[in-house]
């Protein structure tokens, strides 16, 4: 974990008050997927009560749990922009490789055929796709990926076409 903090420490500011301890958000929001806790106010309510919870997250029995609003700003920001949870696992991969616990020579991928309830005839165009500034943050930030991601496979900034024909 000592990685994560170098890697996100130059989004926390050295002035004002301290800043929460990245580790102990990462380590909470691994408790959050393992055990399938959705909301961050819930996971922060299940912290302040399940003594293996804290111990887990290295807090102490007297020690306050962050506010749920906090997840959402590193989340979206520091956690991001760092790139935090991509060094989290590779580290993993890294030492699971030096452990032998996998060879890291292969990977496995699910190459699945799923059949789809698509076709071109009943193809959305773009400008009949509804306003993307109401949707919510999450479509939106979605959305700005794809359409980076297709100007830089095309070259352009023009979106994407959204249907691929063999």
């Known amino acids: 974990m000592g990685e994560l903090k170098a890697a996100s420490a130059q989004h926390y500011s050295q002035r004002d008050r301290p800043s929460v301890d990245p580790e102990l958000l990462i380590r909470m929001a691994l408790i959050g997927r393992i055990y399938a806790i959705r909301s961050e106010s819930r996971l922060c309510e299940e912290l302040r009560y399940n003594l293996a919870y804290r ?66 005839q009943r193809k959305v165009l773009p400008v009949n796709l509804p306003d993307a500034s109401c949707a919510t943050r999450p479509v939106r930030e979605w959305l700005a990926d794809q359409a980076r991601a297709s100007a830089q496979l095309s070259g352009t900034t023009k979106g994407f076409a959204g249907v691929s024909h063999r």
């Open 55 to 120: 111990w887990f997250c290295r807090l102490s029995a007297e020690a306050s749990v962050p506010h749920h609003s906090t997840f959402s700003k590193n989340r979206h920001g520091r956690f991001r922009d760092a790139g935090v949870f991509r060094l989290l696992f590779e580290n993993t991969v890294r030492r699971c490789i030096t452990k032998g616990l996998v060879a890291g020579k292969d990977a496995a991928i699910d190459a699945s055929l799923i059949a789809a309830d698509a076709s071109c």
